[in-house]
Each structure stands twice: as C-alpha cells, then as structure tokens.
C-alpha cells in the first residue's frame, strides 16, 4: 500500500474456510496511522474477473483506544477506592472527633423553633433557641462552659 509516493505497509486479507460450519471466514489487514486505521477486506473475484476489495479509512480510532484505557482506569479507581465512613448519631450529640486525639470542636443544636403561617401563606419564625456547646473531649482546650 502507498499514500501519495510513500510506502506505508503491506496489506495480505484472506479468505479462511472453516471445516466444522463449511463457511467463509473473510480476515481483514489493517494498517494503523496515529489518525487513522486503513481496512482491507478480500471480496473474491468479480464477474470481469478482476479481484474485489474493500478498501476503508476509518478516522480517530486511536482516540476509541484512548477513551477506552480511561474508562478502565476510572473503573479500577471505584473498585479500588475507599471513602471515609459516614458517622451517625443522634441528633444534638457532641462527634467525639476521628478516635486520634482530635476533637469534633463546637457544635450547635438547635433546641425548639415556634413558626407561624399568616392567612397569605408565609411562614415566619417567631422565636428559636440554640445552645453551643464545646467538645469536652479535646484535651488541648481549656472548658469554657459557656452556654448561649
């Protein structure tokens, strides 16, 4: 095969008989450019006698194999990786922090709200009460035992 005046490869498609079937296998040769892959398919021989090919030029293949070594990756990656544990509580305790030393600091929690709806349908807060409390457990802080 030449492009223009240049030498690019060596095509050889054939034709394989397979005995188990008694059908026709057609292999296609293939040469790959870093844009584009050139198909070559062995048709057989025509009614004037000359040999039929298909001769095909296939765009941005490389950009397929590309896509799908990523697509590998990013799944290797969610096998793989790991994600930090979601804590659970009850609602107003103090997170103990991450079990190293480390505190969860200041925490609020909200104690009551009292909400009224007037005849056209807003919602007003009237009144809330929030109480911040310090951890306890962070033995770098001085307790302060304030309370807001």
């Not at 004037?48 to 397929?64: E, H, K, T, W």
């Amino acid at each position: 095969m030449y492009k223009g005046e240049e030498f690019v490869g060596h095509v050889a498609p054939s034709v394989q008989l397979v005995s188990t079937t008694q059908q026709q296998k057609l292999l296609a040769s293939v040469i790959g450019f870093p844009t584009e892959d050139l198909f070559v398919v062995y048709r057989g021989v025509n009614t004037d006698g000359d040999f039929a090919l298909d001769v095909r030029v296939n765009p941005c293949i490389s950009l397929v194999w590309v896509g799908f070594g990523l697509m590998m990756v990013g799944i290797l990656i969610a096998l793989i990786g790991k994600r930090k544990p979601v804590k659970k509580g009850k609602p107003g305790e103090i997170d103990p922090g991450d079990g190293n030393g480390s505190s969860g600091g200041v925490v609020a929690v909200l104690e009551s709200v009292e909400v009224t709806q007037g005849a056209d349908g807003s919602v007003t807060v009237v009144s809330e009460e929030v109480v911040v409390t310090e951890d306890a457990s962070d033995a770098d802080a001085e307790p302060s035992g304030k309370e807001a």
